[in-house]
């Protein structure tokens, strides 16, 4: 069975400066992975997926991951972190039948 | 537009009596689930219908109905709402359940259980 883990369920960083956002995934098939972003008082929006075409994948927003079998891990970066940036962040993936397993989430603040 | 909307998004109720929660999509979606999100679970898949009169349970389906009569409407019904099931729910509609499908959700609907 897919599950994954996203490590720190809070994070914290200063406006301008990286934004990294760890996942780990455990799957039994090649996993198709996606990370969805969740603004205050909002639905779940798709930020960007994995589907086996590259390994390092670009989403929206100036978001990025990158696709690392070897260490089963699906990392999201933005180079600089925006105030609008502040959203709670979701990974996730994808069984052979469609079936999304999520993540805890990961709550992002964004300081001046 | 393509959205998918819910109704209500605030609902305050008291054990033991029924409600409804409505999700349409106007998208031509097959696919269509709902999930409940709780802090530090992430969000569970409650059911799913992969086709107008097809519906199947997710993970944690207990105390909830769906019905699929139109591709369209998918809603959710509490029919004896407990406190436990105070959570924030979303609607999700994906064009087929194939697994690189992007699922799109729903604003979600905050329910409260007295």
């Known amino acids: 069975a897919q599950s994954v883990t996203q490590l720190g369920s809070h994070v914290s960083v200063s406006e301008g400066a990286l934004v990294l956002l760890r996942c780990n995934y455990s799957?039994?098939?090649?996993?198709?992975l996606f990370w969805y972003v969740q603004y205050p008082n909002q639905g779940l929006q798709l930020l960007l997926k994995?589907?086996?075409?590259?390994?390092l994948v670009k989403g929206i927003n100036g978001f990025e991951a990158e696709f690392k079998k070897s260490e089963t891990s699906f990392h999201l970066t933005k180079p600089s972190a925006h105030m609008s940036d502040a959203a709670e962040y979701f990974c996730a993936v994808s069984d052979s039948w469609g079936k999304l397993q999520f993540g805890a989430g990961t709550q992002v603040v964004v300081t001046p | 537009e393509a959205q998918v909307t819910q109704n209500p998004r605030y609902l305050i109720t008291v054990t033991g009596k029924k409600l409804t929660v409505t999700c349409s999509q106007n998208m031509n979606h097959e696919y269509m689930s709902w999930y409940r999100q709780d802090p530090g679970l992430g969000l569970r898949q409650i059911y799913y219908s992969m086709n107008v009169e097809v519906t199947d349970k997710g993970d944690v389906p207990e105390g909830y109905k769906v019905s699929r009569k139109e591709k369209r409407n998918f809603p959710l019904i509490l029919e004896s709402p407990s406190p436990n099931q105070t959570s924030l729910y979303f609607c999700?509609?994906?064009?087929?359940?194939?697994?690189?499908?992007?699922?799109?959700f729903g604003p979600g609907t905050r329910l409260l259980v007295l």
């Open positions: 999700a509609s994906s064009l087929t359940r194939a697994y690189q499908e992007t699922q799109y």
């Open positions: 799957s039994s098939v090649p996993p198709y």
């Open positions: 994995y589907t086996s075409a590259a390994t």
